[in-house]
């Protein structure tokens, strides 16, 4: 490891991967790329937070089926989401007798599990490991924001919850995508308190993490096909960019984001889409199948998180983000 850049030696892969997501994703230009569409946003169930739970551990479920594991070939589920307590993550592993390891860092957490669930695999300690996340529109809204029976206005500068999860299943076998690299990110808060101007928040914390990783690693921008970056919609792309341009990188005609790409681009989008099933979808929805293709050589991906909660927002305090990056190759 040079300073917070890690090259996996042994580079597992990328088995088989899954993803659930809501209407309105599915209606998206990745919708095609989603495993599962479900018809509304309830998932048949009567609460939200029990939809985000229930995709949560559909997503876990038919990874392994694509993957065709039993619940003992999987050595461990790494998972988080945006609720307090991460309830949908650990009320979806209730369900299954493999051992849980509850991880969160926002809607970063998809990078987060890589990185640990590619450390278990790497390492030898475990032969696969399953890293999952999701997100819920309506379930973060009214823990975060407002109780959606007000019916507020959205601002400008707002994005949309990703009403989705994506799971995959890390390991020596199959030839799927490598898990090359990773750079662990940082805490930075640039002193943003606006709740609804997450891509504001997270750019500065992206930024961090991908010069850390040019300057620790012996690769620069031109060696990668895409600098994907997992939700900073629209504005927070533009601001990551510029940032990455006074540090004397140019991205700008690599770099995507998840949050630009899920929704279609129409007014009431606002900045795109956020959350951590954000990256998770699209990740393991598009970009998965396209390394699988071979249609890139080689991508990073820098999912990005907020980490603010109800309370500490309502207090008046800043949000301190965080971003890690994960490098795959086809």
């Known amino acids: 490891m040079k300073g917070r850049t890690l090259i996996f030696k ?14 309105k994703e599915g209606a998206g230009p990745v919708g095609k790329h989603i495993d599962t569409i479900v018809e509304d946003d309830y998932f ?23 993957a065709k594991y039993t619940e003992s070939e999987v050595g461990a589920i790494i998972a988080g989401d945006l609720l307090n307590q991460i309830i ?17 860092n926002a809607c970063s957490t998809m990078s987060e599990a890589f990185i640990i669930g590619g450390m278990l695999v790497d390492g030898g300690y475990c032969e696969s490991a399953l890293c999952a996340t999701g997100s819920h529109f309506s379930s973060a809204e009214r ?49 943003i308190t606006d709740t609804n101007n997450m891509g504001a928040a997270m750019a500065p914390a992206a930024a961090d993490t991908l010069c ?49 790409m899920i929704y279609n681009i129409a007014e009431d989008e606002f900045q795109g889409g956020s959350g951590a099933g954000c990256s998770a979808v699209v990740f393991n929805g598009y970009f998965y199948k396209k390394l699988c293709k071979k249609e890139y050589k080689r991508i990073i991906l820098i999912a990005t998180g907020a980490l603010l909660s109800s309370v500490s927002s309502q207090q008046g305090e800043t949000i301190p983000s965080i971003a890690h990056a994960v490098v795959f190759e086809s």
């Not at 597992?12 to 209407?23: E, H, L």
């Open 10 to 23: 042994n580079q597992p892969r990328i088995f088989a991967t899954a993803t659930v997501a809501g209407p």
């Open 44 to 66: 048949g169930e009567k609460t939200f937070e029990k939809a985000e739970r229930k995709m949560m551990e559909g997503a876990i479920r038919q990874v392994m089926q694509n």
């Open 88 to 104: 949908s993550s650990s009320y979806a592993c209730r369900s299954f007798n493999i051992p849980f390891l509850g991880i969160y």
């Open 143 to 191: 823990q975060y924001r407002y109780p959606l029976e007000l019916g507020n206005t959205r601002p400008p500068q707002s994005q949309w919850t990703v009403t989705g999860a994506g799971a995959a299943i890390l390991a020596m076998q199959g030839k799927g995508p490598k898990l090359v690299a990773a750079t662990l990110g940082r805490v930075v808060d640039y002193g």
């Open 212 to 260: 850390e990783h040019f300057l620790n690693s012996y690769f620069s921008p031109k060696d990668y096909d895409l600098v994907i970056t997992g939700d900073l919609g629209a504005f927070g792309s533009r601001l990551f960019k510029d940032l990455m341009w006074e540090k004397g990188f140019d991205i700008s005609e690599r770099h995507v984001d998840c949050g630009e």
